[in-house]
């Protein structure tokens, strides 16, 4: 399955100047917007490829304006201005029926999209999400761990995606740090966390389903549970053998829970 890279230009709300956003594509027929998280865009680039090919799905990918080399506008700053812009960029596209699909920090900016009620989405999958606060169960800071506590913290088996930064060339080694610091903008000052997203999620009207791998310990389960209670009549599915990036780690696990939850609630059916 090949995939075509744009960049589309977004105007700006204020009036300033535009966003460019490099968006990647692949394949036809449900659309799917699938948001990295803070890994990079390489985090879901192999999944959507899966999903586009085993599904009938049109999967857009936008990188995070700051990772994977792009620009950051200065005043693109926080997690619900990113949830703003890509419901800007679903306009733009003109889509509808959209299942909006986030890990990690993307999920974060899922549900800050479920927020905003576009009539473009049909359904939201967030997957091992972090941005609320559970006492007791605090989310694992990135910007305080090597790469290899944080491998050991995310995935089932460690081992098998154990990255060794020394390896990296100059060129990925500016790109992991551009990353790590466009993270920590847009996470604010709370560590992976906004206080009040918690309490809002209760106005959140799509159908949502919590996707969470039970070996997470970036964010354990527990606090996956509490993320879809937090949501009304929001589904939570635990995954087995599988950590804070399922995708990644299994993702014939995770395609049909997309999948199946993505139909369910599809709106714009063939012969309706």
């Known amino acids: 399955m090949t995939s075509t890279t744009r960049t589309v230009t977004l105007a700006h709300d204020a009036g300033g100047p535009g966003v460019d956003l490099t968006v990647d594509e692949r394949g036809e027929g449900h659309p799917f917007l699938l948001l990295h998280g803070g890994g990079g865009p390489q ?109 050991a913290l995310a995935f089932h088996e460690p081992a098998k995606f154990a990255v060794d930064p020394s390896t990296f060339s100059a060129a990925q080694r500016a790109v992991a740090a551009a990353n790590r610091a466009a993270l920590q903008v847009y996470s604010g000052p709370h560590a992976m966390a906004d206080p009040t997203l918690r309490e809002r999620l209760a106005k959140v009207a799509q159908p949502v389903l919590v ?32 950590g804070h990036m399922p995708q990644v780690e299994t993702p014939g696990q995770l395609l049909p829970v997309v999948w199946d939850f993505a139909e369910a609630y599809a709106t714009d059916r063939p012969g309706d």
Request: aromatic share 6%.
């Open 211 to 242: 996707a969470w791998g039970e070996s997470d310990r970036v964010a354990d389960a527990d606090y996956g549970r509490a993320y879809a209670a937090a949501v009304p009549d929001a589904r939570f599915q635990l995954l087995h053998r599988t």
């Open 43 to 151: 985090t879901v680039a192999a999944f959507a490829g899966l999903l586009a090919e085993q599904r009938p799905a049109r999967v857009l990918t936008p990188v995070h304006p700051g990772f994977g080399g792009t620009a950051r506008p200065e005043g693109l700053a926080d997690v619900r201005a990113l949830a703003e812009l890509y419901v800007r960029l679903l306009d733009e596209l003109g889509l509808s029926d959209v299942t909006v699909v986030g890990n990690s920090i993307g999920g974060w900016i899922a549900a800050e999209i479920a927020l905003l009620r576009s009539e473009r989405v049909s359904s939201v999958v967030l997957v091992n999400a972090v941005g609320i606060h559970v006492p007791g169960h605090p989310v694992a800071d990135p910007a305080t761990l090597t790469p290899a506590e944080l491998s």
